[in-house]
């Protein structure tokens, strides 16, 4: 039986979802140490890392680890994106048999070279190893949709492709922040009428931190070393460092609103109108890091699932069109 997958490769978290399950994790991979004195002393688990075995590369998950980049346009050809997907993949589904979207940011979306290649590439027999046990799949259709879109997928279409309450006769504005990018969909109901997109994203957010806090009285005059590997998965007001504690409420605040300054100023110089539409709706996880920084006129609204919304939406439009009987399209 055919097994209708989604996948969001976010430079941050890698989210994946089937028909029956659905996970959300760092998406960060570290080629496997295999050397048996390579142990966490700090852990109170016995729970040993699961080793992903893809083209003869060993990999486990590693928040510490190498993630393809949500900017690069070059990434989708890259050995770490293919083990990136493939690892997701495994994670939620055994079935031999695939139906595969992805969720890309809307100037790659737009990219039909770009396109073909991911659909290229995942079409047809693919292997994984998990834990030395192998797992064959064939996709038999690719999917290729933009972010910010899924949301709104998510949000108009109940579970049974029913529609919610006449939501696909508004126009909409989809503006979905994440970690790499800002993406701006406009639809008329589900009918994408333009997708854009810039290099915003928390990866900014992170560096204006770091250069805020390397700048703070304490930090200066304890010649504490604060790096970007400090703040570069999930920002923290409250940091230690040497047995000292650090708080960085008032910089991590004023990123946010330089963050969501940049935001606005993008919306306006690409002259875009919030009263043109019926419904804005917000999404993505830096969206959540901002959210209080924000201008979110009356017909605007933060997405409740801000962070699963366009996974869970890009698996319902591929379960969708596989039960018209339609092939993998753009």
């Known amino acids: 039986m055919l097994a209708n997958v989604f996948l969001d490769n976010g430079n941050g978290n890698e989210k994946a ?15 496997y140490d295999e050397n048996p004195l390579h142990t966490n002393l700090l852990s109170n688990s016995n729970k040993r890392e699961t ?20 900017r690069n346009e070059n990434r989708y050809e890259t050995d770490l994106y293919y083990a990136e997907a493939m690892i997701a993949i495994s994670k939620v589904t055994e079935k031999e048999k695939i139906s595969l979207g992805f969720a890309l940011p809307a100037e790659h979306y737009k990219d039909d070279e770009i396109v073909t290649k991911v659909k290229q590439r995942f079409l047809n027999e693919h292997e994984i190893l998990v834990d030395g046990v192998r797992h064959k799949f064939n996709v038999d259709s690719v999917y290729v949709l933009p972010q910010a879109y899924l949301c709104l997928v998510d ?13 696909h006769k508004n ?34 957010f992170n560096k204006k931190y770091l250069a805020r806090i390397k700048n703070n ?5 304890d010649k504490a070393k604060f ?19 650090y708080d960085f409420t008032k910089e991590y605040e ?29 999404c993505g996880g830096t969206t959540l890091l901002i959210q209080d920084h924000l201008y979110l006129p009356n017909n605007a609204k933060i997405y409740p699932d801000s962070i699963m919304g366009n996974v869970r939406g890009g698996q319902k439009f591929v379960a969708y069109r596989n039960s018209m009987n339609k092939g993998g399209q753009k």
Not at 56 to 66: A, I, P, S
Not at 230 to 244: G, M, S, V
Not at 254 to 282: H, P, W
């Open 17 to 31: 979802k089937s028909d029956t399950k659905e996970v959300i994790y760092p998406n960060r991979l570290k080629i």
């Open 51 to 70: 080793v992903y075995e893809v083209n003869g590369k060993k990999y486990v998950v590693d928040q510490n680890g190498m993630g393809s980049g949500s």
């Open 155 to 167: 949000y108009i279409l109940e579970d049974d492709f029913s529609i919610r309450n006449d939501k």
């Open 171 to 204: 126009t909409y504005l989809c503006i979905d922040i994440g970690a790499g990018t800002l993406d701006i969909v406009t639809t008329n109901g589900l009918k994408i009428t333009s997708a854009d997109g810039g290099n915003i994203g928390s990866m900014d």
């Open 217 to 221: 009285p304490m930090v200066v005059s």
């Open 227 to 245: 790096t970007i590997d400090d703040i570069d998965f999930i920002p923290q007001k409250i940091f230690r460092k040497r047995e000292k504690q």
């Open 254 to 282: 004023e990123t946010c609103k330089e963050l969501a300054d940049q935001v606005s100023y993008y919306l306006n110089k690409n002259g875009i109108d919030f009263s043109d539409y019926d419904r804005i709706l917000y």
